[in-house]
């Protein structure tokens, strides 16, 4: 029975040893002569005034419909550049990035204008993110109910530029949240809000595993990846350092960070 559960099991995403470097313009300068900074240049194989980042380093896993996987590590360690390849964002210096379905980034599609009123941005972010003008209708009220933005006024009629960093992160989360994806995947949303916001937030995620959608959540708040998370990955450098289910994970993370 277990191996049939295995083979009925259909996989989202697949990275497959997995290498990200961003080029920075403009190499740092070093003390000693430009003879010696040209030789360091050549030794490490860079092109003139061009520093090289190794973000994400040979990274390999499948994700599968139906699971809710927490990205953690380190500040910089590459959870969000992984989070930017998955959705096409970024192009692989070596390996590959495999998706089936269209992969959502929480922030890039449902993409906020400061300019416009909450309700402008509400209709625009839904029409980003695929769905049409009756289904943003039908669902427009349930959307500002769950960002919990019009609590303490009518701040959905108000230009984005008057609302607070949570305030936009709330309702970003709100528009994404109303539609179903195949992945979805959110960098720090949960971190904004009361606890009221992030219960309604980890149920909804709930709610897209079970309609068999696929969730990435990068977190620093191990409750919130313990509630809503099934399996973990584990990131330090760039590197997948651990791989496997919430709470062995998240039990080697919080001997290696002494929290």
Same mark, same amino acid.
């Given at each position: &029975?277990?191996?049939?559960? @295995?083979?009925?099991? *259909?996989?989202?995403?697949?990275?497959?040893?997995?290498?990200?470097?961003?080029?920075? !313009?403009?190499?740092?300068?070093?003390? %000693?002569?430009?003879? =010696?900074?040209?030789?360091?240049?050549?030794?490490?194989?860079?092109?003139?005034?061009? *520093?090289?980042?190794? #973000?994400?380093?040979?990274?390999?896993?499948? =994700?599968? *419909?139906?699971?809710? @996987? $927490?990205?953690?590590?380190?500040?910089?360690? %590459?959870?969000?550049?992984?989070?930017?390849?998955? #959705?096409?964002?970024?192009?692989?210096?070596?390996?590959?990035?495999?998706?089936?379905?269209?992969?959502?980034?929480?922030?890039?599609? =449902?993409?906020? &204008?400061?300019?416009?009123?909450?309700?402008?941005?509400?209709?625009?972010? $839904?029409?980003? &993110?695929?769905?049409?003008?009756?289904?943003?209708?039908?669902?427009?009220?349930?959307?500002?109910?769950?960002?919990?933005? !019009?609590?303490? %006024?009518?701040?959905?009629?108000?230009?984005?530029?008057?609302?607070?960093?949570? &305030? #936009? #992160?709330?309702?970003?989360?709100?528009?994404? /949240? /109303?539609?179903?994806?195949?992945?979805?995947? @959110?960098? +720090?949303?949960? /971190?904004?809000?009361?606890?009221?916001?992030?219960?309604?937030? +980890?149920?909804?995620?709930?709610?897209?595993?079970?309609? /068999?959608?696929?969730?990435?959540?990068?977190?620093? !708040?191990?409750?919130?990846?313990?509630?809503?998370? !099934?399996?973990?990955?584990?990131?330090? *450098?760039?590197?997948?350092?651990?791989? %496997?289910?919430?709470?062995?994970?998240?039990?080697?993370?919080?001997?290696?960070?002494?929290?």
């Amino acid at each position: &029975m277990a191996e049939e559960n @295995i083979q009925d099991r *259909r996989p989202t995403v697949i990275a497959d040893e997995l290498h990200i470097v961003y080029r920075v !313009n403009g190499a740092k300068t070093g003390k %000693g002569s430009a003879t =010696a900074a040209l030789s360091r240049m050549i030794k490490r194989g860079e092109e003139r005034g061009v *520093r090289k980042v190794h #973000a994400v380093r040979g990274v390999s896993f499948v =994700a599968y *419909r139906g699971e809710a @996987i $927490g990205l953690i590590g380190s500040n910089g360690s %590459g959870k969000s550049t992984l989070l930017r390849a998955i #959705a096409g964002l970024l192009p692989a210096e070596k390996g590959k990035v495999y998706t089936d379905g269209q992969p959502s980034l929480l922030g890039v599609n =449902a993409a906020l &204008m400061n300019d416009l009123t909450g309700e402008r941005n509400v209709i625009l972010g $839904g029409l980003a &993110m695929g769905m049409s003008r009756e289904q943003i209708k039908e669902r427009y009220q349930d959307i500002v109910d769950f960002s919990g933005i !019009n609590e303490k %006024g009518d701040f959905i009629t108000l230009p984005m530029r008057t609302y607070s960093s949570g &305030m #936009a #992160a709330r309702l970003r989360f709100s528009i994404a /949240a /109303a539609k179903d994806h195949d992945v979805l995947m @959110i960098d +720090e949303a949960l /971190a904004t809000g009361d606890r009221k916001f992030q219960k309604r937030s +980890e149920e909804r995620i709930r709610e897209l595993r079970k309609e /068999a959608g696929t969730v990435f959540l990068v977190s620093h !708040n191990n409750k919130s990846i313990r509630d809503t998370c !099934n399996r973990v990955l584990w990131l330090e *450098r760039g590197e997948l350092r651990m791989d %496997g289910p919430t709470d062995e994970v998240l039990k080697e993370y919080e001997k290696f960070t002494g929290k």
